[in-house]
């Protein structure tokens, strides 16, 4: 492909496999026929992955990047990276539709529109895109004010916005809540949620999925963190007044919210921090996989003893009631050492999976052959 033989004479484009975390690949543990390996590194905290229509990966690095990644020879390794922007803050969160790459910042969304054309013709120069603005009506708090995106099939952007805070209530309702935007402008479409990173669409039912952050200083085994479910636009799910399934809040349990709570649909576990997630709609995991959600659980980071660092895959059944949750990658928490944090799944279209790792400063790649 015309991309590909572009790329393979760019002499300066940074090359990225040095091989000095291979070492570590042998603590992860996967199940039976899987194989995990490490698609890029060297890079500045990553988290939230796209793929372009010609495969190019674009990922968002909370340190201020977008950049692309291209394995050229097709053997599971990025062979080179760009930079698509810079000079950002909080960059985390990217998404496709129509060829256009979204990305973010903390109280902005951006796009560059056919991405991949451009790509094509700006490889061998240090040349930016134009970046044209969604929006610039997003507050700037930093306090989980990094987002991740995700588009609908009708093209309408999902993000979050996290509230300010470990435990407040604000008049701002933009603040913990996950928004849609489209040529209207912005609408809610989840309230009462305090910190999600990570949301998704069901492949079948086309119902949103989400996880949420619970609150800190309770205690080292409440509240829990979250998977909800959202199946009426509008929902409320609880925060501040109201945690995981059962915890008032104990100081904002007393008011009266006048909302309905909608309760999760599975309790994650306190303080493990799940961050991104993925649905698998590919051919190349075992087919009982199909539609089951992998959620990252970042891991801890206030508890006496850590707990998350590792991969779950969640299967449910026809009405999206969850049947089953199983660890899927473990290993990176040994003892009380850590040496990488899972944050973002997504799922390739040769069904394969990528998933960052913003503390290990890499992306790995999971295949699975019987």
């Given at each position: ?7 393979t004479l760019i002499p300066f484009l940074l090359f990225l496999h ?189 119902k949103l999925f989400f996880t949420d952050n619970g609150r800190d ?151 699975y052959k019987k």
């Amino acid at each position: 492909m015309k991309k590909y033989k572009i790329l393979t004479l760019i002499p300066f484009l940074l090359f990225l496999h040095s091989g000095i975390f291979a070492q570590d690949l042998e603590k992860l543990v996967l199940k039976p026929g899987f194989k995990i390996s490490i698609f890029a590194e060297n890079l500045s905290s990553p988290r939230q992955i796209a793929e372009g229509k010609n495969g190019t990966i674009f990922v968002g690095e909370r340190t201020g990047q977008i950049i692309a990644l291209v394995d050229s020879d097709k053997n599971g390794e990025a062979d080179y990276k760009k930079m698509i922007a810079k000079d950002l803050e909080y960059s985390t969160g990217v998404s496709i539709f129509n060829r256009d790459l979204y990305f973010s910042e903390v109280s902005k969304i951006w796009k560059i529109e056919n991405i991949e054309s451009w790509l094509n013709d700006n490889i061998s120069n240090s040349d930016l895109p134009k970046k044209v603005l969604v929006t610039d009506e997003l507050p700037s708090d930093t306090w989980h004010g990094w987002k991740w995106l995700k588009h609908d099939e009708q093209g309408q952007l999902y993000f979050n916005v996290g509230a300010p805070c470990n435990i407040c209530l604000s008049e701002n309702s933009q603040y913990a809540s996950i928004l849609k935007i489209n040529d209207s402008g912005w609408h809610h479409v989840a309230k009462g949620v305090r910190n999600s990173v990570g949301f998704d669409f069901h492949p079948v039912t086309k119902k949103l999925f989400f996880t949420d952050n619970g609150r800190d200083w309770m205690g080292d085994d409440t509240p829990s963190c979250e998977l909800n479910r959202l199946d009426v636009n509008g929902q409320f799910f609880g925060y501040p007044y109201k945690h995981a399934s059962n915890v008032v809040d104990p100081e904002f349990g007393d008011v009266n919210s006048g909302f309905d709570f909608i309760d999760p649909i599975l309790e994650l576990g306190a303080h493990v921090a799940p961050t991104g997630v993925a649905f698998y709609d590919g051919s190349m995991f075992p087919a009982r996989m199909q539609n089951n959600l992998f959620i990252a659980l970042h891991g801890s980071w206030n508890r006496s003893s850590k707990v998350g660092y590792k991969v779950l895959r969640v299967s449910f059944d026809g009405n999206g009631n969850v049947i089953d949750s199983t660890d899927f990658i473990t290993g990176w928490l040994q003892d009380e050492s850590v040496f990488g944090r899972p944050s973002a799944p997504f799922i390739l279209s040769d069904g394969s999976m990528l998933l960052s790792d913003d503390k290990a400063n890499v992306i790995y790649r999971i295949t699975y052959k019987k």
